[in-house]
């Protein structure tokens, strides 16, 4: 008998330990269902930068289509086009009007990232700002011309009086390839602003009304290249990928000064992104982690690789997490370099 209040004590540490756990399994398993029922019955809005039919267009609804499987509750994923200064108006609109609990994302033109980088305005677009989801690709971005147009290579566009080519506007990767053609290499290019995606900008070639353009190898056209209806003058990703001519040179082979060699790879780095997909800094981290982990369970879904083949569409993703580094290595860059950036840009 002497032992029972020692007998007692062992009993009810153990039954308060099995309290504790039961209450923490209880609450672990009250948490998870209620992030897995938050997506459930909801629909999430990819908001798109640029205008239907682009390639923007055409990844964003490649992603809405399979993305949704793959998200704890299974929610129904659309597509909303808001064009408007090379796409920082979709941006705005996560931060103005845009719901900021994860059923909004928007997908961008990372060129944005070097006008904002290089800019002094106090109210610029700070992209550390926001919380990156991944992007599909690391964008392999030319310069071309149409076969048209008589040029057939960088030298013949150096040597032409006037080369025109397209954007959107100001901030746009399509400008800031240019703005480099104009600003760093002294090319003749003039760049006619104020078209709402990639889509007019290619039937604006078609026309010759433009003797060609700067954009994503990806969003080439797939006749374009293989019936030879363009030539391309260079490439702005140190990678080439098989289906582009061996002759077309990466541009920094091209820089011929220390300065140059150093300044190519601060403008190129937000291209490296391809299209992005962003959410506002305010959703909850644990439903920027569905969001991520479902984005990455897509890239190995069948039914998702087999539509982008079928579509033409290269696969070269970048996760969020590696998007978050692209943007911290970009933004800590020196004032000296920042400056030389916008006197490219301006």
């Given at each position: 008998m002497k032992h029972a209040p020692a007998v007692w004590a062992i009993a009810a540490t153990f039954a308060l330990s099995f309290a504790a756990l039961s209450f923490t399994v209880l609450?672990?398993?009250?948490?998870?269902?209620?992030?897995?029922?938050?997506?459930?019955?909801?629909?999430?809005?990819?908001?798109?930068?640029?205008?239907?039919?682009?390639?923007?267009?055409?990844?964003?609804?490649?992603?809405?289509r399979?993305?949704?499987?793959?998200?704890?509750?299974?929610?129904?994923?659309?597509?909303?086009?808001?064009?408007?200064?090379?796409?920082?108006?979709?941006?705005?609109?996560?931060?103005?009007?845009?719901?900021?609990?994860?059923?909004?994302?928007?997908?961008?033109?990372?060129?944005?990232?070097?006008?904002?980088?290089?800019?002094?305005?106090?109210?610029?677009?700070?992209f550390t700002n926001y919380q990156w989801i991944g992007a599909l690709l690391r964008d392999i971005r030319i310069c071309y011309a149409s076969v048209a147009s008589g040029v057939r290579t960088f030298d013949d566009m150096m040597n032409r009086k006037e080369f025109?080519?397209?954007?959107?506007?100001?901030?746009?990767?399509?400008?800031?390839?240019?703005?480099?053609?104009?600003?760093?290499?002294?090319?003749?290019?003039?760049?006619?602003?104020?078209?709402?995606?990639?889509?007019?900008?290619?039937?604006?070639?078609?026309?010759g009304e433009l003797e060609g353009n700067c954009g994503s190898w990806s969003a080439i056209p797939h006749d374009w290249i293989v019936n030879n209806r363009i030539n391309a003058l260079l490439r702005f990703s140190p990678k080439r990928p098989p289906d582009m001519p061996a002759s077309v040179p990466y541009v920094l082979e091209l820089a011929k000064t220390q300065e140059q060699k150093d300044l190519l790879p601060i403008l190129n780095g937000p291209g490296e992104l391809g299209r992005p997909f962003i959410v506002a800094r305010q959703v909850p981290g644990e439903r920027?982690?569905?969001?991520?982990?479902?984005?990455?369970?897509?890239?190995k879904d069948?039914?998702?690789?087999?539509?982008?083949?079928?579509?033409?569409?290269?696969?070269?993703?970048?996760?969020?997490?590696?998007?978050?580094?692209?943007?911290?290595?970009?933004?800590?860059?020196?004032?000296?370099?920042?400056r030389k950036a916008k006197e490219v840009l301006d």
């Open positions: 609450s672990s398993t009250h948490h998870a269902a209620a992030q897995d029922t938050f997506y459930r019955g909801k629909t999430v809005t990819i908001v798109v930068g640029y205008s239907a039919g682009g390639g923007y267009d055409q990844y964003a609804r490649l992603v809405a399979h993305i949704g499987r793959h998200v704890p509750g299974n929610p129904n994923f659309i597509v909303q086009n808001m064009p408007g200064a090379a796409s920082l108006t979709s941006v705005r609109h996560l931060d103005a009007n845009a719901a900021r609990d994860g059923t909004v994302i928007t997908m961008f033109d990372p060129g944005l990232i070097l006008e904002s980088f290089a800019s002094t305005d106090a109210n610029r677009t700070n025109l080519i397209g954007n959107t506007a100001r901030g746009s990767n399509a400008y800031v390839n240019g703005a480099i053609l104009r600003k760093v290499f002294r090319a003749p290019v003039r760049q006619i602003s104020g078209y709402p995606g990639s889509n007019e900008q290619r039937l604006a070639v078609e026309r920027v982690k569905m969001l991520r982990q479902g984005f990455d369970a897509m890239l069948q039914a998702f690789l087999g539509e982008a083949q079928r579509q033409n569409l290269p696969l070269d993703p970048v996760t969020g997490e590696e998007a978050e580094a692209v943007i911290a290595t970009i933004y800590s860059a020196s004032p000296a370099m920042a």
